[in-house]
């Protein structure tokens, strides 16, 4: 059924899609490998799309059916785990940058895993992300960076962290297709992956979880 489920998030079958999902969570399957086969389909029409096979229009067809599948798979998720918040977490995809698919994805993840998720969304401005540290008082922030214009405004935003005195009071996680050590380095963050599953493996260590 995964094969399945992936290649048919590919082909942009999403009668198909969402069939298998519901058919999936009826027939008891866990909700994170159903994510896992989704996640595999927009990889693989990610990577059509670079070489050519597909065009635009056809990656956010994969794109939207793909939110259309986490939409149904959220509620399953959250019910896996229902625990007490483990800890607090202020996301963001940075300014100039618009793409959610990977964030959203680590939120899903995260509050499935008992972490309290304050998505602030796509393209945000630093000082948004400012104000939500300093009125949430979060354990963890994560940036989802998947172009490389947006580092430059997660460095800005962790520089005004840094000037208000927040900086210490949390770890930087940064996550993305365009993310590397060197990212890491360059906006002083803790911790750099391009899986979701081990950004919530490195927060509940961190946590002690
Ligand atoms: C889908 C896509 C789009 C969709 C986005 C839909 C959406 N709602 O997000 C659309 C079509 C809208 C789009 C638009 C654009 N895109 Co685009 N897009 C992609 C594509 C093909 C896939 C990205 C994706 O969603 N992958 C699937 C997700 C699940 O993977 P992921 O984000 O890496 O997330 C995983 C991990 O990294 C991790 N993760 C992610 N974030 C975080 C955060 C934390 C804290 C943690 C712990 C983990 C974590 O968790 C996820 C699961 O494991 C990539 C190419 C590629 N193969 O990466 C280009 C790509 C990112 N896009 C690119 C570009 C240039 C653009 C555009 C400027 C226009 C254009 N010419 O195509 C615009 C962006 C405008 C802007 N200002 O942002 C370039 C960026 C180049 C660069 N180096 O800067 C890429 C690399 C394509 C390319 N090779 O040219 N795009």
Redesign the pocket.
């Known amino acids: 059924m995964s094969e399945e489920l992936t290649m048919a998030v590919v082909e942009l079958d999403e009668e198909k899609v969402m069939n298998a999902v519901r058919s999936g969570l009826e027939g008891g399957k866990d909700p994170v490998q159903i994510l896992e086969a989704c996640?595999r389909g927009?990889?693989i029409?990610?990577?059509r799309?670079?070489t050519g096979e597909y065009f635009?229009a056809e990656?956010?067809l994969s794109?939207d059916t793909f939110?259309r599948a986490m939409a149904i798979l959220e509620p399953h998720l959250a019910k896996a785990c229902p625990l007490k918040p483990l800890g607090k977490i202020v996301?963001a995809t940075p300014k100039?940058?618009?793409?959610?698919?990977?964030?959203n994805?680590?939120a899903t993840l995260l509050r499935a895993h008992g972490f309290e998720v304050y998505d602030l969304g796509v393209?945000v401005d630093p000082a948004l992300i400012v104000d939500k540290v300093k009125e949430t008082k979060p354990q963890f922030v994560?940036?989802?960076?998947?172009?490389?214009?947006a580092f430059d405004s997660m460095k800005e935003a962790v520089d005004m962290l840094v000037m208000d005195g927040l900086r210490d009071q949390f770890k930087l996680?940064?996550?993305?297709?365009?993310?590397t050590p060197t990212v890491k380095d360059y906006i002083g963050a803790d911790?750099q992956?391009?899986?979701?599953?081990?950004?919530v493996a490195?927060c509940t260590k961190v946590i002690g979880g």
């Not at 992956?193 to 950004?199: H, P, S, V, Y």
């Open positions: 996640c927009m990889t029409a990610g990577e799309f670079q635009l990656l956010m794109a939110k996301l100039g940058d618009i793409h959610d698919l990977g964030k994805i680590v393209d994560g940036f989802s960076a998947l172009i490389t214009s996680m940064v996550g993305g297709g365009v993310t911790f992956t391009r899986d979701a599953m081990e950004g490195y």
